[in-house]
Antibody, heavy 118, light 111 residues
Framework: QVQLEQSGTEVKKPGASVKVSCKTS????????VNWVRQAAGQGPEWVGW????????GSAEKFQGRVTMTRDTSMKTAFMELRGLRPDDTAVYYC???????????WGQGTQVTVSS | QSVLTQPPSVSGAPGQTITISCTGS?????????VHWYQQFPGRAPKLLIY???NRPSGVPDRFSASKSGTSASLAITGLQAEDEADYYC???????????FGTGTTVNVL
């Protein structure tokens, strides 16, 4: 079955960087874009960006451009999201999710809590 | 901020029917982009509930149904059950923002 397994909880200081991993299994990794979505406590989901595992092409929401980098390791079937210049309002649960050709997210990781605090 | 607007909460008694609206604009729901719905329980990841406006993934009960018209969409839950208490989010693509957008979210309370 399709699974996305994310790395564990992170606690960072303002200005630091965080890199979250998303290890996939149960499907052909290069056939589906991996998207990243974050959700602050009590808030709705917020789309962060995407990566095409086949060619490494990426895109992100305008508010994250210049601060976020998405990469992948096809041999490990794993996608990564790095967010730099962390601020307290970056505190959220970060999810990876598989995007279908019809632009919906059909499988999600369990989420990674990222807390930014001095 | 979210570009898809939902009511903050909807309540109903067991067995009743409730509907959740999702209002967008010409650059998302009003364009050719589909709307999808997710269900989320506290502390859990969102789960796909409806895809491409009206389709249920396997395993989703048929008491969940949805539709889309113009710049709006709606999700209906018929025969409401206690286990349906959760947060519900719509999602689409926005051509102006060049990215995916989520609704503001609706908490369903079963009285």
């Amino acid at each position: 079955q399709v699974q996305l397994e994310q790395s564990g909880t992170e606690v960072k200081k303002p200005g630091a960087s965080v890199k979250v991993s998303c290890k996939t299994s149960g499907y052909n990794f290069i056939d589906y874009d991996v998207n990243w979505v974050r959700q602050a406590a009590g808030q709705g989901p917020e789309w962060v960006g995407w990566i095409n595992p086949k060619d490494g092409e990426t895109g992100s929401a305008e508010k994250f451009q210049g601060r976020v980098t998405m990469t992948r390791d096809t041999s490990m079937k794993t996608a990564f999201m790095e967010l730099r210049g962390l601020r307290p309002d970056d505190t959220a649960v970060y999810y990876c999710a598989r995007l279908t050709e019809y632009d919906f997210l059909d499988h999600w990781g369990q989420g990674t809590q990222v807390t930014v605090s001095s | 901020q979210s570009v898809l607007t939902q009511p903050p909460s909807v309540s109903g008694a067991p067995g009743q029917t409730i509907t959740i609206s999702c209002t967008g604009s010409a650059s998302n729901l009003g364009a050719q982009y589909d709307v999808h719905w997710y269900q989320q329980f506290p502390g859990r990841a969102p789960k796909l509930l409806i895809y491409r406006n009206k389709n249920r993934p396997s395993g989703v009960p048929d008491r969940f149904s949805a539709s889309k018209s113009g710049t709006s969409a709606s999700l209906a839950i018929t025969g409401l059950q206690a286990e349906d208490e959760a947060d519900y989010y719509c999602q689409s693509y926005d051509s102006t923002l060049a990215g995916h957008v989520f609704g503001t979210g609706t908490t369903v309370n079963v009285l």
